[in-house]
């Protein structure tokens, strides 16, 4: 085992796919020499060379144009995007073609393309380099959508995206590179996509969430156990396919939902957990289904206070859980 940052393990992850599959490249905007803009790419031009870690013009509609077509002529790209607040002028390609090629084709055209996309505020990023997207891509048939917390869980299902011949977004948090860090199994490993991972054991409330605020939802359950308060935390890694096995099984047997996430609360991913506890395990609850998410504005606001009023946090996910706990 290495202890790696998140931003490490994505790194290697490329890199040995690279080196697994001559298919496999990367491109998009300083990816090259400079290593991508939080290094993601830093030193695969010196082993792959510039045939196989393209430096683009700035122009996504570009990137993912030249990815997609790529893609369907059997080679494996994995198109950057260097601020998921750049994604838009890559839609069309995207949810208008990827997501429906392999349908539209009756499963003849695969579309092997990965697009990773770093997200999420907390850095002082401002409105155009904070937004989260994963709604727009989530609410998507023909499109995977994954979000690790984890280095171990982003190398593994980084590696998984990459052989899988569907388009997978795969999505970063910003915070998460540098500040969490774990072990990770150095060579091949794979995790599978639309498997959520059971955190933290629990019997009094469940807690589903993904990205950075898992971090959170994790340092609120240490804290509320010492309130006799015994909570289970189910991070989802994938949000398409979800896994909803696991959250049915895990709120079956606590009887309570807290659903956290950092994206818009309206038609957000914690929205369809809700849908589905209500319908599937209603008869199970003992309380609420409760949600803890960004608030329904445009974008991710500069000043320091607004920021961290906007975003989930540890003692917000702690209060959440006490009033839970209540009913």
Same mark, same amino acid.
């Given at each position: ?282 008869? /199970? ?24 009023? /906007? ?15 209540? /009913?």
């Amino acid at each position: 085992m290495a202890v790696m940052t998140v931003i490490e393990a994505v790194r290697e992850a490329i890199r040995e796919e690279m080196q697994r599959d001559s298919r496999v490249f990367v491109l998009g905007e300083d990816v090259g020499q400079r290593g991508g803009v939080f290094l993601a790419t830093q030193g695969l031009i010196d082993e792959f060379g510039p045939s196989r870690v393209l430096d683009t013009p700035l122009a996504e509609s570009s990137i993912m144009g030249i990815a997609l077509g790529a893609a369907m002529r059997g080679l494996r790209p994995i198109p950057e995007v260097e601020f998921a607040d750049f994604v838009w002028p890559t839609v069309n390609q995207l949810i208008g073609e990827a997501a429906r090629t392999c349908y539209g084709t009756n499963g003849a055209v695969p579309v092997p393309l990965v697009v990773r996309i770093p997200y999420g505020g907390g850095i002082r990023g401002g409105l155009f380099h904070s937004q989260n997207v994963e709604t727009h891509f989530f609410h998507t048939p023909g499109l995977k959508v994954v979000a690790p917390a984890t280095p171990f869980d982003a190398k593994g299902l980084l590696k998984s995206a990459v052989r899988d011949n569907n388009p997978v977004v795969f999505l970063e948090h910003k915070k998460t590179y540098r500040l969490v860090r774990g072990e990770v199994p150095e060579g091949d490993y794979t995790i599978p996509l639309g498997v959520a991972d059971v955190k933290r054991q629990g019997t009094d409330i469940t807690i589903v969430s993904y990205g950075l605020t898992l971090h959170y939802c994790l340092e609120a359950a240490e804290q509320v156990s010492g309130e006799s308060v015994s909570v289970e935390v189910v991070d989802l890694r994938t949000l398409t396919p979800l896994d909803t096995e696991t959250v049915l099984e895990s709120v079956k047997k606590t009887g309570k939902l807290l659903i956290v996430h950092e994206d818009n609360i309206t038609g957000g991913v914690g929205a369809e957990i809700a849908a589905l506890v209500a319908e599937q395990a209603f008869e /199970y609850l003992d309380g609420p289904i409760s949600r803890l998410c960004g608030p329904d504005i445009p974008t991710m606001p500069f000043a320091l206070n607004l920021e961290e009023a /906007y975003m989930p946090d540890t003692e917000k996910v702690v209060q959440a859980l006490r009033k839970l706990a209540a /009913y």
